[in-house]
């Protein structure tokens, strides 16, 4: 009898003990809370001032109550988002304890007025929660604008009118066989990692007076001529990233046109995937400025591309590379690479018709290049690169280019072959009015004066600009033709 009221104590006192081990909270700093989402996305768009509420659950999944040091908002001062923690109406607040599991809620609230004139367009907290020495959050996302929002959308045929600002959050598809097409003077805005991609057509219609803008949406003065602000990637187990365009045609995209346009601050400004179509560009590009791109203006591999009056700027790689063969005419256009975010080691503009992968080189025919009209340059002393060797032997394939009447930077490459060389001027400085406020009109004394072939410019009578091109009988090599102050 007293060995069993000895074993029964003994269990009783390991019931006991076992109970008080499981009310003690966890001290395991790798212990993680659950949630019930990563994300708070307030997608109400408010015309007037408004406000909004949402929840997330907080949870515990361990056996063991946990302590949450302290749960807060990371950019309190000033933020429109206001956190109610389990019925507890505050931005912050410390040891908040949560049951075995059991959970908790956190209500968000945020205000916002539309018309603020500094508002963000996207405006971003987060929660933050610091239990035993980790750190966890649930990001905040609000709009703070009156835009058309554009969230990962798949888009059918349709126009976008110029009644007030689309945000593209999350990027969007133009689907096959559909048609987006973009009124004059309307401004797409694209927030960090998001592209327009597009299968089927994109017609952007500008005008010289009202251009269809794509941009960034930071919207402050500091990130005007920031490169890298929005376009998409994608990251590979292997570590390797691929760099969408901003704006990027895929395969099987065709007819695509886009005019009077201005593309800022991307990484790509535009790639063009689609497979060359002899008789038809895949994208004409007219009239339209590329600039501050932290890689490429235009990337294209093995496409068609039409390309006049255009002015591509400040890139951190190449501001055009035509790349994997294809077909592409130039006229009239700048070229100019004075990227001042770091060492540039590409050229303004690289051809090449190849790749090599697992020790086999494939061929893509380079039918044409050709470049009338146009000036290359930049901060590098050769700013063209042809690539059609491996071990310095030529790829078998075509590689077809032609400069004609350009000016051109290029150190000692030899231009004396008359079948890709035509009337150059070779290694001179542009005069372009002013580097430092990005205005590549030529000054009176540049060498790119009355020396465009005019058969050329006979079909644009006018520049970038919209001033006459034709009027002293004598055009001027570039986008831009010089005019008397």
């Not at 255009?310 to 035509?322: D, M, P, R, T, Y």
Request: contains cysteine; hydrophobic residues 40%; aromatic residues 10%.
């Amino acid at each position: 009898m007293k060995k069993l009221l000895s074993i029964g104590a003994g269990f009783l006192i390991l019931t006991w003990m076992w109970s008080c081990e499981q009310n003690n909270p966890i001290v395991d700093p790798g212990a993680k809370l659950g949630f019930s989402t990563d994300t708070v996305l307030f997608d109400t768009i408010f015309t007037t001032v408004g406000s909004t509420t949402l929840n997330f659950r907080v949870y515990n999944p361990q056996s063991q109550p946990i302590i949450i040091d302290r749960i807060s908002l990371a950019n309190t001062p000033g933020t429109p988002f206001r956190l109610n923690i389990n019925g507890r109406q505050s931005n912050s607040l410390d040891k908040v304890e949560i049951l075995a599991n059991d959970s908790i809620y956190i209500f968000v609230e945020v205000t916002l007025n539309p018309n603020g004139e500094f508002l963000p367009m996207v405006i971003q907290d987060s929660v933050v929660f610091q239990t035993n020495g980790n750190t966890q959050d649930v990001d905040l996302v609000a709009f703070g604008q009156d835009v058309h929002l554009i969230n990962g959308e798949v888009l059918k045929t349709r126009s976008w009118i110029n009644d007030k600002p689309y945000l593209v959050y999350n990027s969007m598809l133009v689907d096959s066989l559909q048609t987006l097409t973009i009124d004059p003077g309307t401004r797409i805005h694209f927030h960090k990692g998001s592209s327009m991609l597009v299968k089927g057509t994109l017609r952007a219609r500008g005008t010289l007076e009202e251009p269809v803008s794509f941009l960034g949406d930071r919207l402050e003065a500091m990130y005007d001529n920031i490169p890298g602000q929005w376009g998409a990637w994608i990251d590979y187990e292997s570590g390797a990233t691929y760099i969408l365009g901003g704006i990027h045609f895929l395969n099987g995209s065709k007819d695509n046109e886009i005019r009077y346009a201005i593309i800022k601050n991307a990484m790509k400004g535009i790639q063009v995937d689609t497979l060359a179509n002899a008789s038809k560009p895949t994208l004409t590009l007219s009239d339209t400025r590329i600039e501050n791109m932290s890689v490429a203006g235009i990337y294209a591999q093995s496409t068609t591309i039409l390309a006049t009056n255009c002015l591509v700027a400040n890139c951190g790689s190449w501001c055009v590379a035509l790349t994997l063969g294809g077909s592409y005419e130039f006229y009239h256009c700048t070229l100019s690479n004075n990227y001042g975010y770091g060492a540039r080691t590409e050229p303004s503009v690289m051809l090449n018709n190849f790749f090599v992968y697992d020790g086999t080189a494939y061929v893509y025919h380079l039918t044409n290049a050709l470049f009338s009209n146009c000036i290359i340059t930049g901060t590098r002393s050769m700013e063209i690169e042809l690539i059609n060797t491996i071990d310095k032997k030529p790829v078998p394939g075509q590689f077809n280019y032609v400069f004609d009447h350009c000016l051109v930077k290029v150190d000692t490459m030899n231009t004396s072959n008359p079948d890709h060389w035509v009337s150059i001027i070779k290694n001179l400085d542009p005069w372009f009015t002013s580097l430092s406020t990005r205005d590549y009109q030529i000054d009176s004394l540049s060498p790119a004066r009355d020396m465009a072939n005019p058969a050329f410019s006979q079909f644009l009578p006018r520049d970038l600009m919209g001033n006459p091109r034709l009027s002293d009988g004598k055009p001027d090599i570039g986008a831009y033709e010089y005019i008397k102050k």
